[in-house]
């Protein structure tokens, strides 16, 4: 006969085993499902990293999964086996929270692999290059994320104020290339240390930043402006964000030269810089802080045409756009998001010159997919601008016509990437060198 106390171990026995079971099995799913993404993210190119991404140590990864709740972006990371493992390296913006998560340090950032290495210029830990005197911070050295890079334009600052000149007239104690979140900061700093500066920025407001379309979100978290105090945020986007940062400068009186464009930067025989901009005009100062993206100048396509004004490489306000017939050209997460955001209002044609999108987001991967089968924009792959003229442009469709097919526009957006500076700093004499999975971040 069963007593009622072997009777409850029995059962406590099987429910233990069930839960195992369970666990297991669910273990093997999600292995399985990871391993799926993985090979679909190896098929589309986004499985390499291309900078900044995480590093696991298998060794101490203990297989918590804190890393993958910890991550505010879509599929980077996943568990295969009970290790956690990076599925969609390239989307990864390198703000740090898996490691910060990981209760075992098993993480890392670095920049590069073993096999892809990537080229960064020479900087140390002051962030100053190898020429005196002159700075880097931002998403050029390596750290893109909008925190990160206020926090690298104040320290720099504060670095070249304890080894400043004297001033002296007509030279500026610095000179500040870029306005983005690095070059705001910086510039709110030199302001708080009462330094003489000009900020130059070739664009608008933002930077990079401003490029992104206007609804787009920035994901991030609470950052210390100077002269302005903390500012909590996570999910803003990117007008607001700008919204704060004209608000600081604002209070603070600091004008941004915009649209200024700093062609060459010329060491002097007294330890001073020119800085000489595409419109002629020259600017001593006895510092200088490149706070430039890694992306210095949009990739253009060479075509007839190209210098019309209906053509732009950003987008401003697309909300503001409607009734035209527009053609977007690029297969990356901008050109993709770009005509999403005009396809509602207007018509709109994406041309991409390979076969398939790569390197996009998993979310804007299936976004554009149903836009495409509910007929809200065309996508035509394997295609090719040539021409762009006052009424129409000129479009190779397939091999069949080579010479193209005259389509009616009204506008085009062109998002193919952008040049990297490395010219720009090799010519002032910063050494650039090829990181293989340099360690960045670890605990």
């Avoid at 589309?44 to 910890?70: Q, T, V």
């Avoid at 997919?369 to 762009?388: C, D, Q, R, T």
């Avoid at 091999?399 to 009204?410: I, L, Q, R, W």
């Amino acid at each position: 006969m069963i007593t009622e106390s072997v009777l409850i171990y029995s059962l406590t026995a099987l429910f233990c085993i069930a839960v195992v079971w369970f666990y297991i099995r669910k273990g093997k799913s999600d292995s399985n499902i990871t391993l799926q993404k993985i090979e679909i993210a190896q098929q589309e190119g986004r499985f390499e990293p291309l900078s900044l991404h995480p590093f696991i140590d298998l060794n101490a990864c203990i297989g918590s999964g804190a890393c993958i709740k910890a991550c505010p972006e879509q599929d980077i990371l996943g568990l295969v086996h009970g290790k956690a493992t990076v599925i969609n390296a390239t989307n990864c913006i390198g703000h740090g929270a898996c490691f910060h998560a990981c209760p075992v340090e098993a993480i890392s950032l670095r920049i590069g692999t073993e096999k892809r290495g990537v080229e960064l210029p020479h900087v140390n830990q002051n962030y100053e290059t190898n020429v005196k005197g002159l700075y880097i911070a931002g998403e050029l050295g390596g750290m893109g994320l909008i925190k990160n890079s206020v926090e690298q334009g104040k320290l720099a600052i504060e670095n070249l104020a304890k080894h400043g000149k004297p001033s002296k007239e007509g030279i500026l104690d610095l000179a500040i290339i870029g306005a983005g979140p690095a070059g705001i900061s910086a510039s709110l700093t030199a302001k708080k240390l009462g330094l003489s500066f000009v900020t130059l920025e070739q664009d608008s407001l933002g930077g990079t930043v401003f490029t992104f379309p206007r609804s787009k979100v920035v994901m991030t978290n609470p950052m210390d402006l100077p002269l302005y105090g903390k500012v909590k945020l996570f999910d803003t986007s990117k007008q607001e964000l700008l919204n704060i940062w004209n608000d600081a400068l604002g209070k603070n009186n600091i004008a941004i030269q915009e649209n200024t464009k700093v062609e060459s930067i010329v060491p002097m025989m007294n330890d001073t810089f020119k800085l000489v901009s595409t419109d002629g005009k020259e600017i001593i100062a006895n510092h200088v802080l490149i706070a430039i993206g890694r992306r210095g100048s949009p990739c253009k396509l060479n075509i007839p045409g190209e210098e019309s004004t209906k053509v732009a490489y950003r987008l401003l306000e697309p909300e503001r756009i409607e009734g035209k017939k527009i053609i977007v050209v690029g297969g990356g997460d901008s050109a993709v998001e770009s005509a999403m955001l005009l396809m509602d209002k207007n018509e709109v044609l994406l041309s991409y010159r390979k076969e398939q999108f790569a390197r996009i987001k998993a979310k804007n991967s299936q976004n554009i997919e149903e836009a495409i089968k509910k007929n809200k924009l065309k996508v035509a792959f394997n295609s090719e601008l040539l021409k762009i003229n006052e009424q129409e442009v000129i479009i190779k469709l397939d091999d069949a016509n080579p010479k193209g097919t005259a389509v009616p526009n009204d506008l085009v957006y062109i998002f193919i990437g952008g040049e990297l500076p490395t010219q720009f700093l090799q010519n002032v004499g910063i050494q650039i060198t090829k990181r293989f999975g340099q360690i960045v971040k670890k605990h």
